[in-house]
């Protein structure tokens, strides 16, 4: 990352040291330069405005280490210190559940077999062939599936092969994700097309299939009041970090409008 001229900001009459952005750079190193900048200078007034409110509050923060997360910190000791917030009630909950009940269902259950046949991804050639091989295999087992235990045994690249092709019982991503996306999107009975992986090419038959099931209120409803109490949290923040902002004398620097901090979306069963 290039080298920066930090800005001189004065917040309620205090310098910023410039350090502190520095010290946030180091968080958006994915960033463009600009960017990171921007968003590490943000972060640092932020984190100074928090340092002054708890010190006029005179709530002892010395025991945190300058290199740890002190906005994070600062937050959780003012929120509790000056902001009330109200737990999820019942009726909330339900009413949460009721409108967002796909998200509460048990990931179904697959049995199946493979038979797989391993191919280098940077060896084209091998992999065309290997691909062909694959194919004219699937084209043999849907005259005849009785044979894949056999195939399996006798031709698979994969361990699974010493119990004829079994994978046993699977939930989602168990397996690698390309063919864990074409597994759970199947029926049961033989696959009827190579299922193309990073290892290589992929015959397949699903034994058994067990979908999910809905989970019932009473089960998810703390996992639900977490989730919802989590949202109050994080609008809270907003809240207080725009109320700081208002109250401040910042010069240098203009805090971006509507800057908030958004709680992570969606909960349900994984």
Do not use: W
Request: hydrophobic share 35%.
């Amino acid at each position: 990352m290039s080298q920066f001229n930090f800005p001189e900001i004065l917040i309620n009459g205090q310098s910023l040291d410039s350090s502190n952005i520095a010290r946030n750079l180091a968080y958006f190193d994915e960033k463009k330069d600009e960017e990171a900048i921007q968003q590490a200078t943000l972060n640092a007034v932020l984190t100074e405005l928090l340092r002054q409110r708890a010190n006029t509050l005179e709530l002892d923060n010395g025991e945190l280490d300058p290199n740890e997360q002190l906005m994070e910190k600062l937050l959780d000791d003012l929120i509790e210190k000056e902001v009330s917030l109200p737990s999820a009630e019942e009726e909330e909950m339900a009413f949460y559940y009721e409108k967002n009940k796909s998200k509460f269902v048990t990931s179904p259950l697959i049995e199946a077999r493979h038979i797989l046949l391993m191919s280098d991804p940077n060896d084209l050639d091998h992999r065309a062939d290997t691909k062909k091989q694959a194919e004219a295999l699937l084209e043999s087992l849907k005259n005849d599936t009785g044979q894949f235990s056999r195939l399996a045994a006798d031709i698979s690249d994969c361990p699974s092969g010493k119990t004829k092709g079994s994978l046993g019982q699977l939930s989602r991503g168990q397996t690698v994700e390309e063919y864990d996306a074409v597994l759970f999107a199947e029926p049961e009975g033989l696959i009827d097309f190579v299922i193309e992986t990073r290892f290589g090419f992929h015959l397949s038959i699903i034994d058994r299939r067990i979908e999910g099931k809905q989970q019932p209120f009473e089960l998810v409803k703390e996992q639900i009041r977490d989730f919802l109490d989590q949202k109050v949290y994080h609008r809270a923040i907003s809240q207080y970090l725009q109320l700081l902002v208002k109250e401040a004398d910042i010069q240098g620097y203009t805090v971006p409008v509507n800057d908030t901090f958004q709680p992570t979306e969606g909960i349900g069963c994984q």
